[in-house]
């Protein structure tokens, strides 16, 4: 698991659904709905695109555990997540 790439992976899927946000100061342990112009439906967007992208299966129950770039960073490769290569924003 390259954590790297996560990060990556996770900014890039995140700026499909918030295009203007200033990524490179997002605070990683604060919620994304406190830092963008990002609501509930932005935000179920989110989840499912990084399922989708990441080919796992996220419970909705478990979709709070998304709420911040680091409860990303954690909860992904705890559930099987795997990404190597890097794309650029």
Do not use: H, W
């Not at 390259?2 to 990060?7: E, L, V």
């Not at 478990?62 to 559930?79: E, I, R, S, V």
Request: with cysteine; charged share 25%; aromatic share 8%.
């Amino acid at each position: 698991m390259n954590d790297t790439a996560m990060r990556e992976f996770v900014l890039r899927t995140l700026k499909k659904f918030a295009p203007g946000a200033d990524l490179e100061n997002l605070q990683p342990d604060k919620r994304f709905r406190d830092q963008l112009d990002f609501d509930s439906v932005d935000f179920l967007n989110f989840a499912l695109a990084l399922q989708d992208g990441l080919q796992i299966s996220i419970p909705e129950e478990d979709f709070p555990m998304l709420a911040t770039l680091n409860g990303c960073l954690g909860y992904l490769p705890a559930k099987g997540a795997q990404i190597t290569a890097v794309k650029s924003l």
